[in-house]
T-cell receptor, first 112, second 114 residues
Framework: GEDVEQSLFLSVREGDSSVINCTYT??????LYWYKQEPGAGLQLLTYIFSNMDMKQDQRLTVLLNKKDKHLSLRIADTQTGDSAIYFC????????????FGKGTKLSVKP | DAGVIQSPRHEVTEMGQEVTLRCKPI?????LFWYRQTMMRGLELLIYFNNNVPIDDSGMPEDRFSAKMPNASFSTLKIQPSEPRDSAVYFC????????????FGQGTRLTVV
């Protein structure tokens, strides 16, 4: 079956790095995504990685993909209080990138 | 473009009433998705359309739920009759086509059925 798992909470201090981990089950997923949801808002795409890549860096964000272990991580360098939000890992069903299987989300709290 | 627009933002209704949620996708986007978010189940895809045609409605929980897309700029999700367990945040998202790497989400409609 399809399932995306991630830890529910992460707390870090401002300036530290945050690492949010995710495991997925569908090896046919073409893309894997990280979305951010701030309170009362919709989801915002942060970054995505193509399944034949193992790393992608975008400013403070680094995505690592271990396809063998079906493990995806998001590292946020120099975490700021504005990064406090819920982060969702998602995998796409083949052929339809908007047809996403989401994890339950990791709530990131950044302490000053 | 103003992004994906959903209305209403909040809806409170009594059990048994009909509820209609509305979505205007981004102009030019051909794919539209309805998601439901609850604490227990997280985000789940209910149905998606491509070029106004429903492609996959396997996520629609039961016959009380129906969705339509009469034209490229408008979609509705209807629940009739509504039940307390339907209380959730309902998100609409759109993308240029099903293979597009980014789906843009609306702000969501928070539905409370009492």
């Amino acid at each position: 079956g399809e399932d995306v798992e991630q830890s529910l909470f992460l707390s870090v201090r401002e300036g530290d790095s945050s690492v949010i981990n995710c495991t997925y089950t569908d090896s046919s997923s073409t893309y894997l995504y990280w979305y951010k949801q701030e309170p009362g808002a919709g989801l915002q795409l942060l970054t995505y990685i193509f399944s034949n890549m193992d790393m992608k860096q975008d400013q403070r964000l680094t995505v690592l993909l271990n396809k063998k272990d079906k493990h995806l991580s998001l590292r946020i360098a120099d975490t700021q209080t504005g990064d406090s939000a819920i982060y969702f890992c998602a995998e796409s069903k083949e052929g339809s990138q908007g047809n996403l299987i989401f994890g339950k989300g990791t709530k990131l709290s950044v302490k000053p | 473009d103003a992004g994906v627009i959903q209305s209403p933002r909040h809806e409170v209704t009594e059990m048994g009433q009909e509820v209609t949620l509305r979505c205007k996708p981004i102009s030019g986007h051909n794919s539209l998705f309805w998601y439901r978010q609850t604490m227990m189940r997280g985000l789940e895809l209910l149905i998606y359309f491509n070029n106004n045609v429903p492609i996959d409605d396997s996520g629609m929980p039961e016959d009380r739920f129906s969705a339509k897309m009469p034209n490229a700029s408008f979609s509705t999700l209807k629940i009739q009759p509504s039940e307390p367990r339907d209380s959730a945040v309902y998100f609409c998202a759109s993308s240029f086509n099903p293979a597009d790497t980014e789906a843009f989400f609306g702000q969501g409609t928070r539905l409370t059925v009492v």
